[in-house]
């Protein structure tokens, strides 16, 4: 969850200046020159004696090193240095570039896969594809390891080079190698860029026999959402809705301030909708003004790409008003970020805050646990298929395990899903190529393993075949 300072902060390396700053969302500001740590406030010990080695280290290689160094790199390994021993992935910097990247990203649109990714452990992860996303077209899933783009391993990149690797022009390709839990080994998948709009708010009325219930599905907090948000809900509840659905499977998070007045239209007065947690241990609760309980019931559904600024909103409607959260467990993302401005366009993202429920839980790397747990049909988690050669019968292995979930879940009975191509998977592929207008050969080419992605890929968008949705208008309904 990133958010945009009220006032600005610079620090500055090798006893440079340190400024003041704010916490978006009403968090007290604070002046660093006097937030001195508690070891420091005993030793009496000022900010240049901590930094004296620094700069004895600057001068000496800037003066000493055998061949010519670049001093502003010198200053960037510097602020790099010191952020990678808080061993934290959330907390990077960014220069002018990156820093332009990652605000553009909260704007209107921006070109690239679509999709949020940490580091953790080590590791870069997808957070969760954005919804009718390139990436989530191509079949990229929650904690998916990225090990390589375009060929060239990412492995020691921070966050903002792994990501700029990853985005591009729209049109353009980039191949990704995938590392998934439950798969032997890396997956190749291939993405095309594109322009991603960052609409991060879609409605639509459902009808539950005779009665209307209102969708609103959330993708992203970012500038705009709230009012977007606002502005959708009260179109559906001119309609008198009588229940509502909030969805936010997938949304990776975003700025605290946005999820924030979201929650100030949902959330009454009786409880705090969020703690922030300072360093100090000290939380401050966040209350809304609102006085009255929406009129009608409320469902929220979440999933393991639901993450950051996603679990503030579903642990405030679960702990505050006992609204009920279906799907899977979430993310598991608990800290609280502030960019902070270093005066020549980069910037520090820095962990500044834990976030809790209402009630106090810190869920990060925990999550937060359905009301009702949903899982899926088996094959809304089929891996992309990858014809290195024809898969054809009397063959064993996982690509023609994942053709056979996506044939199953399609309807047409391969007769087993452990990866051996028997002659019943044969007949369900002739099946498959003949209503397709595919040669039915009841071999997979590239052209029958395309097919089948594309087909599962338009399966999935079937609200009726999304059971954690059904189940959400089951509950409505039996509490109306």
Known sequence: MEQNGKRVLIFVIIAFLIGAGGMYGGVKTWNLVSARDDDATANEETVSDRLHKVEVAYDLIADKYFQKVDK???????????????????????????AKQFNNSLGSSFQGIGAEVTVMDGKLLIVAPYKNSPAEEAGLRPNDQILKVDGESVVGLDLYEATTKIRGKKGT??????????????????????????????????????????????????????????????????????????????????????????????????????QIEERSGEKIKYFSDKKKKKSYPIAVLVDEGSASASEILAGALQEA?????????????????????????????????????????????????????????????AHPIEVEKELKQEMNNDQIKNAQEMLQGLGYFPG???????????????????????ESTGIIDEETASKLQEEIFHSIKNEKNDLQFQAAMDYLKRVN
């Open 416 to 438: 087993r899903t452990d990866g051996y191509y028997s002659e019943k998977t044969e007949e369900a592929v002739k099946a498959f190529q003949s209503k397709n207008k595919l």
């Open 72 to 98: 502003g790199q010198l200053v960037e390994g510097a602020i790099e240095g010191m952020l990678q021993t808080l061993e934290d992935p959330y907390s990077v910097y960014m220069n002018a570039n990156t």
């Open 173 to 274: 390709t980039v191949q990704l190698e995938i590392a998934r839990e439950g798969v032997s080994k890396p997956i190749n998948v291939s993405v095309k860029r594109d322009e991603i709009p960052v609409e991060t708010v879609h409605s639509d009325l459902k009808k539950d026999g005779s009665k209307p219930v209102g969708y609103l599905e959330i993708t992203s907090f970012s500038e705009n959402t709230s009012k977007e948000f606002k502005k959708q809900l009260s179109k559906l509840e001119k309609k008198n809705i009588t229940g509502l659905i909030i969805d936010v499977r997938g949304n990776p998070g975003g700025l605290l301030s946005s999820v924030e007045e979201i929650l100030n239209e949902l959330v009454t007065e009786e409880n705090p909708f969020v």
């Open 321 to 381: 008003e006992s609204y009920p959260l279906i799907g899977m467990k979430t993310f598991g993302k608990g800290t609280v970020q502030q960019a902070v401005p270093m005066g020549d366009g980069s910037n520090i993202k820095l962990t500044m805050f834990k976030w809790l429920t209402p009630n106090g839980h810190w869920i990060h790397q925990k999550g937060i646990q359905p009301d009702i747990p949903v899982r899926q049909p088996s094959y809304f988690y």
